[in-house]
C-alpha cells in the first residue's frame, strides 16, 4: 500500500484515489473472506469507498480498519502534497488549489477505521 501510495506522489497526477478492495458478493475475493471467516459488509453502502460502513477486504495481515485508516490517510496525503498543490496553482491557479485544500480538509466519518 505504502509503495502504490510513494508511486502517486512521484507521479504527481492532476488526480488521484486510493480505492480499498471489496469483496462483493459473488465473486471469487467474497468466497475467499467467507472460507476464511473474514466480516463482511452488511448492506450495500458498506461496499462503498466513502460511506460511513464502510468495510473493505481485510488481508492476512491487515484488519479491515488498518486498510480503511490507510487509504484515508492516503488520500489526505496526496491532496495535501505541497508539491501536488505547487503542480495544481502552477496548472489551474489558486482558486483550484482553494477547493482541493477544501476538499482534502473534510475527514470522512467511520464506523470501522
Do not use: I
Not at 512521484?10 to 488521484?16: D, I, K, M, T
Amino acid at each position: 500500500m505504502q509503495a502504490t501510495l510513494d508511486l502517486a506522489l512521484g507521479v504527481n497526477a492532476e488526480f488521484s484515489n486510493f480505492y480499498s478492495t471489496m469483496a462483493y458478493p459473488g465473486s471469487a475475493l467474497y468466497r475467499l473472506a467467507l472460507n476464511e471467516g473474514w466480516q463482511l459488509p452488511e448492506t450495500w453502502s458498506g461496499y462503498s469507498q466513502h460511506s460511513v460502513d464502510s468495510l473493505p477486504l481485510r488481508t492476512r495481515h491487515l484488519s479491515a480498519a488498518q486498510v480503511l485508516r490507510f487509504r484515508d490517510r492516503a488520500f489526505q496525503s496526496y491532496f495535501s502534497s505541497p508539491s501536488y498543490l505547487e503542480m495544481v496553482e502552477r496548472k489551474f491557479g489558486p482558486d483550484t488549489v482553494a477547493h482541493v485544500r477544501q476538499m482534502a480538509a473534510v475527514p470522512l466519518q467511520r464506523r470501522f477505521a
